[in-house]
């Protein structure tokens, strides 16, 4: 099996940052692409930034300026650093990525997730 593990959150005043982590572990041949979601109460899960192997990088328009993913390939890790949060930046967030546990077959897999509260 495959697990996703983050960490990093917290509670926080707007304007201060974090850094998430997410480490994957277990039955992986490799990685492909990781992201990162979020999810406020109320609200759908929402993609906010991923990063391909090569480490090409997408962001939505919420976090672009804000937020910075990066990745280790060594490590089998992926992060995101959080700058500048605001109080609508609150909710829990999810690492995702496509592992290979075969040469050419990949799944989806999700973390738990880690919450991300933002004061003002």
């Known amino acids: 099996q495959v697990q996703l593990v983050e960490s990093g959150g917290g509670l926080v005043q707007a304007g201060e940052s974090l850094r998430l982590s997410c480490a994957a572990s277990g039955s992986i041949f490799r990685i492909g692409a990781m992201g990162w979601y979020r999810q406020a109460p109320g609200n759908e899960r929402e993609l906010i930034a991923s990063i391909q192997t090569s480490g090409n990088t997408y962001y939505a328009d919420s976090s672009k300026g804000r937020f910075t993913i990066s990745r280790d390939n060594v490590k089998n890790a992926v992060y995101l650093q959080l700058n500048s949060l605001k109080a609508e930046d609150t909710a829990v967030y999810y690492c995702?990525?496509?592992?290979?546990?075969?040469?050419?077959?990949?799944?989806?897999?999700w973390g738990q997730g880690t919450q991300v509260t933002v004061s003002s």
């Open positions: 995702n990525s496509d592992t290979y546990t075969m040469p050419t077959i990949a799944y989806e897999f």
